[in-house]
């Protein structure tokens, strides 16, 4: 069983048909999807996707891109956190790529977000994007190792990685593996200790070859298994164990709630 550890099927574009999306899981033996909060104001429509579907869990945050809407406190996601759906704060970080002037109230958000996962006990799950050593210095300012985390849809180069694994992170991959400039990703997604690498579409977004330039879906994750498994000599059913493996771990909450 995979485990698509990273997507928005809040969405538009996928929320009006889950029902396929999860047939597809089902077909492709992927046993989860982990919907990502990205605002507070659309968090309702993800938490009751993970309220109505066993197969779906949830995470809380407040995306670094996000603008306009309420600022979370830690409080906020303290208390929102403890949904009986939700595993994980986030999604947070840092994305200098439209902010290139690298604003504060990012950094202040994260900062929040990282503070909420250690009183929440929850890990986090971490953006970065061109903001690679504030990210770094931010984590390890407060403390992120204590409640641990995913660098999810992995873009940095093995130096970033490296040290995000030093602080105890786990380097997900996305379907930007499978593309063909992605020389980097691919370096990384070979060197990840695989007791530490994780699996994700990011969907509706990243879908990887073969449906590359189409809508992703959480199904999909399978040929982001496929590619990394190639890419390390190992047959797709270990690559699948390992990550799922993995997952648990990082989310030990998350076996009991896909049971229930
Ligand atoms: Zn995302």
């Given amino acids: ?51 109505r579907w066993p197969a779906i869990l949830a995470s809380v945050g407040v995306h670094p891109e996000a603008t306009g809407g309420r600022e979370p406190s830690v409080g906020d996601l ?6 009986p759906r939700v595993i994980a704060i986030g999604e947070t970080g840092l994305d200098y790529y ?12 994260f900062r929040t977000h990282i503070r909420a996962a250690r009183e929440a006990q929850k890990p986090l ?23 641990g985390g995913v660098m999810h849809c ?20 996305s379907g930007i593996v499978t593309f063909k400039k992605a020389e980097i990703v691919r370096d990384v997604a070979q060197r990840v200790p695989l007791d530490r690498l994780l699996v994700e579409t990011d969907s509706p977004y990243l879908s990887p070859v073969p449906h590359r330039g189409k809508t992703n879906q959480p199904g999909y994750v399978k040929h982001v298994a496929e590619e990394v498994a190639r890419l390390r000599g190992l047959t797709y059913q270990d690559l699948v164990d390992a990550t799922t493996e993995n997952f648990f771990r990082l989310f030990p909450e998350a076996r009991s709630k896909l049971s229930q």
């Fill in 154 to 173: 992995f873009t940095e180069s093995w130096q970033v990685a490296e040290q995000a694994l030093e602080q105890g992170f786990y380097i997900s991959m």
């Fill in 1 to 51: 069983m995979l485990i698509d550890s990273h997507c928005h099927l809040d969405f538009p574009d996928l929320s009006e048909r889950i029902a396929p999306i999860l047939a597809l899981m089902k077909d492709n033996e992927v046993a989860c999807a982990v919907c990502i909060g990205v605002t507070l104001e659309d968090l309702d429509r993800v938490l009751a996707l993970a309220e």
């Fill in 78 to 83: 303290v208390e929102l956190a403890r949904h």
């Fill in 125 to 147: 799950v971490i953006h970065t994007r061109e903001a690679a050593t504030d990210t770094l210095r931010l984590m390890q300012e407060e403390g992120a190792a204590a409640a």
């Fill in 98 to 109: 439209w902010h290139k002037d690298a604003p504060e109230w990012q950094r202040e958000r």
